[in-house]
């Protein structure tokens, strides 16, 4: 077999065999694939498309690629959450704590930020000392010990989607259903959780833009779920405007902390509620979906999510003082106002410009190696609805550069759609 022809193949609009995709994925992990060619078969796929057979066969290929996670040490039923990336989108920082507070087991694997949207690995790690790395013994025991654990998608979990999640967010091939559903589930797949939910944004700042792209993301990695044997579930969410108020890593932990204490932002809150509920009938610690969210709603106001939230910081060799105390964190040192040029109500926020702009302050990755600046980022000073006067501020910026904070204006301006009155 020779990758030339499977390209070729793709390109011209054809199903590849599994044996096909198999080729290429054991290409891609052994490195007998060099990156060009993976990178033009990856663009063949997101122009030409696959099968949801072809999807489904991507999928087993790339969980097979590597290690399988045995969670079966840990008791009870095992519930995992996939988001498929959003801007502002720290909801697994919340829930995850919320849904372990309420006696749901949560071994939770994560990524990077991919294209416009931060990744929850980079996140946590803007905590001093959090380990996002624990060996596969210790995340065990730290799900075992105090009900969650959120680590990186290390070691030898998903080889080939390691590295074609790194591809594809250099070569703009991130926006395919496809390679989001094989690259979200094969994940899931492999690190071993009974049950699944998914968070399908759809959306200006998310990879799929229409319902019906996304009504489709979520059946096919539904379907992909139950024929693996995993009970899962889709709910699908808007991602037109950014979620919360911070955008960018170290802003978004204090946004998370604020949420959790019972402070946070109406949209974001609401949301946690909801995929907590989801995460807490699906494990089995309530009996509907509306008793689920009475204890999703509970474990914020008794404090105990935000407790959950500390013992999961620290057992991760994070620094809890920062937790405690969010001024503790270092922004970037320039702060940056942008202001309003006209008066009137913000009718939308553009979430894809708004993960761009911060994308260009440092808080994410424009190459594969780019450094990220932790304290970067977007604290966003008004949401749609509201009133606007010219003038005042819109949002505040966080960079180490001016020249950046001047350029991700430019984005920032045109994402503001304002109605003048
Ligand atoms: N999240 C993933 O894990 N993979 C994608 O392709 C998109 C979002």
Redesign the pocket.
Known sequence: MRMYDIIHKKRDGRVLSPQEIQFWIEGVVNGTVPDYQSSALLMAIYYQGMTDDEAGELTVAMANSGEQVDLSAIDGIKVDK?S??GVGDKTTMIIAPMAAACGVSIAKMS?RG?GHTGGTIDKLESIPGFKTDLSREQFIENVKRIGAAVVSQSGNLCPADKKL?AL?DVTAT?ESIP??AA??MS?KIASGADRILLDVKKGSGA?VKTAEQAEKLASIMKSIGEKAGRKTEAMITDMDNPLGYCIGNALEIIEVCETLQGKGPKDLTDLCVELAAHMIYLGERASSLEEGREKAKSSITNGSAFAKLKEIVSAQGGDVSYIEDNSLFPLSAIHYEMKSIQSGEIQSIDAEACGIAAMTLGAGRETKTSEIDYGAGIILCRKKGEHVEAGEVLAKFYSESKEKCLAAEKILQQAFKIKIN
């Open positions: 996939h498929t990336g990524g991919l999640y594809r991130v390679l989001i690259s979200v994940k990879f």
